[in-house]
Every structure is written in structure tokens, then in C-alpha cells.
């Protein structure tokens, strides 16, 4: 048996895995693992919901040919990144055809105008989760829906992240008589790319919690050849390097947050400090390279001396 659907992101050859598992496009693996959990109880042959034989069947196949697939890609932290990205691919390849997108439903033109995009896609989501799989005859139908609302998400999504005063231009919808497609037009790549950026941060972040610093740098430097000018990216790699006791780095990148966004707390409250340190340490090497210093060596621990004292002394 096989599944086709042709509307939202299944239009352009590419199999919507968020709509399938019905989460949104920025859920995380917890959020995600929960949400396969549900539909794999609903879909399973044992079910009291799939009764009869033609039930099980059905089932069993959503289950192994859509749902499966669906989380074994969104699991992975380097399959779903690669999904992104292709998402990414996506937006950019429609902008340069200028291909039109249509839509069916009344949900996915709300969101077109919908004041609070978040809030309006979010809870979109969540209640057409309630009910996805209840009729497994009308489930192709609702990831379809499911699909036209991530589409219109990413498109309203433009900018989002970018550091940019004025909000970004939202897409728009030509009035049309009932139950007419409406066509509206393809988003710019940037929106793609700032869910990707997003999920740098968010992994950068989680490493972070775990001191995991090395492998948190290496997100937030992938994150910044993305998006070079992202205020927040700058302020939590400068608390990399402020944790690596790479001083100097971590003040460039400080100095680069406030430029972005003069308001950035972290920034404000770390940047102070690390020029005191260093200027302590430009007075300790000329105390230390005086002739009458004797053999007095600047402390270079990374464990204690100037890194020691910005988190509140030296560690034992």
C-alpha cells in the first residue's frame, strides 16, 4: 500500500516527517519521542482501536511505511540536522523559481494572518494531534493539513531570529471566493535557515548545561557561518571561551553581541569583568618582565588565577 499525498511541503518531493508525527517543526527528541509513543500505541494490531482485520492492516502500514520512518528521522540529532537542512534547500529552490504555493485549508490561511504566529501554529498543532489517528481513513488528510500549516510556519517564520529592528514582511493572501485555492507567495530561504540555526543553539546550549564546551563551540560555530550577525549566538560562544579561559576570544565575541544587541544581559554582565581581568593580566606580564622581579611567573592555570576569580575563586 502506499501513502501519496501533494499538498503542504509533500508537494515539492519532500516527505514532511513533522506533519506525520504531527509536533511542530522545532519540537525537540523529548517532545518528539513522546508524540511517536502515542500514535505507535493507537496504530499497534493490539489496539482496541483497530478492531478488525482491515483496521489492523491499515494500521500496521501507517505505522511501518509513514510513522516509523518519521521518528527514526527525527531522533537522530545528524539525521534530523541533514532533514533540516534539505528543508532549507527547499525555501531557497522556490524563491528562485518563483513558484507559486496554494492552499486548501482554512487553518493554513488563519496562519497567514494570525497576529501571534507561535501561539496560533502551536495550538494548531496540539489539536489536530488530539484526533490525527482516530480515523485512520482520514489520516492522509490531516497530515496534508498538518504540512500546510509547517509550510505557511516557516514562511511567517522569515527573520525570525535575525537581529533585524523592523519585523519581517508577512506573506499575504489574495481574497478569493469560498473553497478556492489561495496562492500566496514562496517564503525567503532565511527562515529555513534560522530553524537551523536554532537547533545549533539549542544542542550548543544543552552541551553547555553538561560543560561539554569543546562540542558546544563547534555547534555555535556552525550556527554563526549561518547567521554571522545573531546577537545570541556571539554571547554564548563568548561564554565558551569565557569557560575555556580563552579570555581574549570570549571578549571579541562579547564585544559582538552588544554591537548586535546593546541589550544582551549576558554580555552586559560578563564583558565588564573580563576587561578587568585583562587588564590585570597585562599588569601581572609587565610586573613579571620587570628586571627586578626576580623569577615571579604569571599564574596560567586555567583552573585558578584570573579564569578561577570570575567564577567566584579558584577550583581545588
Known amino acids: 500500500m502506499s501513502f501519496k499525498i501533494d499538498r503542504g511541503l509533500f508537494k515539492y518531493d519532500f516527505i514532511d516527517h513533522h506533519a506525520v508525527l504531527c509536533v511542530p517543526v522545532d519540537a525537540d527528541v523529548k517532545e518528539i519521542r513522546k508524540r511517536y509513543l502515542q500514535i505507535a500505541r493507537r496504530l499497534h494490531p493490539d489496539s482496541s482501536f483497530t478492531e478488525s482485520a482491515a483496521q489492523k492492516h491499515l494500521g500496521n502500514e501507517l505505522l511501518s511505511k509513514l510513522v516509523n520512518p518519521a521518528y527514526e528521522k527525527l531522533a537522530g540529532d545528524r539525521t534530523r540536522t541533514e532533514y533540516i537542512l534539505i528543508l532549507s534547500q527547499i525555501g531557497k529552490r522556490l524563491v528562485q523559481e518563483s513558484t507559486s504555493v496554494t492552499l486548501n485549508t482554512d487553518l493554513a490561511k488563519q496562519l497567514v494572518e494570525a497576529a501571534n504566529v507561535d501561539h496560533f501554529y502551536k495550538s494548531a498543532i496540539a489539536k489536530l494531534a488530539q484526533t490525527q489517528y482516530d480515523s485512520l481513513e482520514q489520516v492522509l488528510q490531516v497530515i496534508a493539513q498538518v504540512s500546510e500549516l509547517n509550510l505557511v510556519y516557516l514562511m511567517r517564520s522569515a527573520g525570525k531570529s535575525s537581529a533585524a529592528s523592523s519585523p519581517p514582511a508577512q506573506p499575504k493572501v489574495q481574497s478569493s471566493p469560498p473553497q478556492a485555492n489561495t496562492p500566496i507567495a514562496p517564503a525567503p530561504a532565511s527562515a529555513k535557515e534560522g530553524l537551523i540555526v536554532e537547533q545549533y543553539v539549542r544542542r550548543a546550549q544543552s552541551l553547555i548545561d553538561k560543560n561539554q564546551f569543546a562540542q558546544a563551540k563547534v555547534e555555535l560555530q556552525e550556527a554563526l557561518k549561518l547567521e554571522p550577525k545573531n546577537s545570541r549566538c556571539h554571547s554564548l560562544i563568548a561564554m565558551v571561551y569565557l569557560k575555556q579561559n580563552q579570555l581574549k576570544m570570549a571578549k571579541i565575541h562579547f564585544d559582538n553581541a552588544l554591537k548586535l544587541d546593546p541589550n544582551d544581559e549576558t554580555a552586559l554582565q ?40 570570575l567564577f567566584g575563586g579558584k577550583k581545588k
Open 270 to 309: 560578563w564583558k565588564p569583568k573580563i576587561d578587568r581581568a585583562l587588564g590585570q593580566q597585562t599588569s601581572d606580564q609587565k610586573v613579571t618582565s620587570s628586571p627586578n622581579n626576580g623569577d615571579k611567573q604569571p599564574d596560567k592555570s586555567g583552573s585558578g588565577g584570573l579564569f578561577g576569580g
